[in-house]
């Protein structure tokens, strides 16, 4: 069982909150992402990250930001959340392997709902 | 465009009956492809990966196929239980994409019914 957390799992706010979503991994990897998804629809990757200190943004445009301070840590910040932001969010690992991404190991998803 | 198209959207059958998902693509140039399982609200476990090589994969009651000529892959479900209702992803990754980029469908919610 992979051991990937994310907390909360459930968070329900109102607009102009600043809200963190956490997530750590215990399992040494070094590659990180933060996945949007929304009912019926596919993952879109929003941050990705190789390693300690380094970011990126993914395929789908998001005013949130990442941080990667500390391999096992990967939070995601939004600074002033709005209903356009009510989503799943899934955070992701994967381990040291060839270029091709590997097998994702997911974590539980935090349910955002910005009213 | 790069894309994962699955069918069907949804799929509801009864408990010990078999069935298939299906996926096409057309994500080039092709590396591997994953199925994922994602029971309702938790996050997705990968159930098997093709490679180009591999025709058939098996990973106890899943059967896994791939045609890369035609683009298609197969998930088939054999005397299916209550627990296999989830929605069952496919994901493909090519070659020649940066790291964690991976093309996804949009999944086929399947409901296994008493």
């Known amino acids: 069982e992979a051991d990937i957390y994310q907390t909360p799992r459930y968070l329900v706010i109102g607009t102009g909150k600043k809200i963190t979503l956490e997530c750590s991994q215990t399992?040494?990897?070094?590659?990180m992402y933060w996945y949007q998804q929304d009912p019926g629809m596919e993952l879109h990757l929003i941050h990705y990250?190789?390693?300690?200190?380094?970011?990126e943004k993914g395929d789908l445009s998001s005013e949130s930001t990442v941080s990667r301070i500390r391999t096992e840590h990967f939070p995601l910040t939004l600074e002033s959340a709005r209903p356009s932001h009510t989503s799943q969010y899934l955070c992701?690992?994967?381990?040291?392997?060839?270029?091709?991404?590997?097998?994702?190991?997911f974590g539980e998803g935090s349910r955002l709902t910005v009213l | 465009k790069n894309q994962v198209e699955q069918s069907p959207q949804s799929l509801i059958i009864l408990e010990g009956k078999n069935c298939t998902l299906q996926?096409?693509?057309?994500?080039?140039?092709?590396?591997?492809l994953r199925w994922y399982k994602q029971d309702t609200g938790r996050g997705p476990v990968s159930l098997t990966i093709?490679?180009?090589?591999?025709n058939t994969k098996s990973n106890g009651r899943y059967t896994a196929t791939l045609d890369a000529d035609t683009k298609q892959s197969s998930l088939h479900i054999t005397a299916s239980q209550l627990s296999d209702s989830a929605s069952y992803i496919c994901?493909?990754?090519?070659?020649?994409?940066?790291?964690?980029?991976?093309?996804f469908g949009r999944g086929t919610q399947l409901t296994v019914w008493p």
């Open positions: 994901v493909v990754s090519d070659r020649g994409s940066t790291l964690g980029r991976l093309y």
């Open positions: 996926c096409n693509y057309t994500v080039s140039p092709f590396s591997n």
């Open positions: 990250s190789y390693g300690v200190n380094s970011t």
């Open positions: 399992m040494g990897h070094d590659k």
């Open positions: 992701a690992s994967s381990g040291p392997g060839d270029r091709v991404a590997g097998e994702l190991f």
């Open positions: 093709m490679t180009f090589s591999e």
